[in-house]
């Protein structure tokens, strides 16, 4: 099956509220469609990348790119169940990546659940390293695992 990779638009926030509700679900308690709304505002307003994977007309994952001082910074990656394991989630990832270079920033960084290895082994595979362990305020008594990839060292804002 081909999977496209593309830019996110208004009419995704359906289908992005799906997938964040089944991946995140368990974990957080958000309106969903609201997210999907800010997500789709954030892109319009140039604060934010969302990467979307479509396969058969339908969105089957979506990751986002959010700038912050240290570079930049995805907080939502989610890929469905069907389509795991079959290279969606590196796509995403890679698109990311691209446009972080496109502005400029040297480095990625994310969190991650330490109770959730698998997660963690993906973005280990896809370059990520660990550099910190901290205690995830939204997820109460779990350790997250900061993870960071270089994007560019060319891009260090201190040569």
């Not at 604060?47 to 990751?63: K, N």
């Amino acid at each position: 099956m081909s999977v496209d990779i593309r830019q996110v638009t208004p009419e995704d926030v359906d289908s992005i509220a799906r997938l964040s509700e089944v991946g995140f679900g368990r974990f957080y308690r958000f309106d969903w469609q609201a997210n999907a709304r800010a997500l789709c505002e954030a892109v319009a307003a140039g604060r934010a990348f969302v990467a979307v994977a479509e396969a058969d007309g339908q969105v089957v994952g979506y990751c986002n790119l959010r700038s912050w001082p240290a570079g930049g910074w995805v907080d939502q990656i989610v890929v469905s169940g069907v389509m795991r394991r079959q290279g969606v989630g590196r796509a995403l990832i890679e698109a990311v990546i691209r446009e972080a270079a496109k502005r400029r920033q040297w480095k990625l960084s994310l969190i991650t659940s330490d109770g959730d290895p698998e997660v963690r082994s993906f973005f280990e595979h896809c370059g990520w390293e660990v550099v910190g362990v901290m205690k995830d305020e939204i997820k109460r008594g779990v350790a997250g695992i900061l993870m960071s990839r270089v994007v560019d060292y060319k891009l260090h804002p201190n040569p």
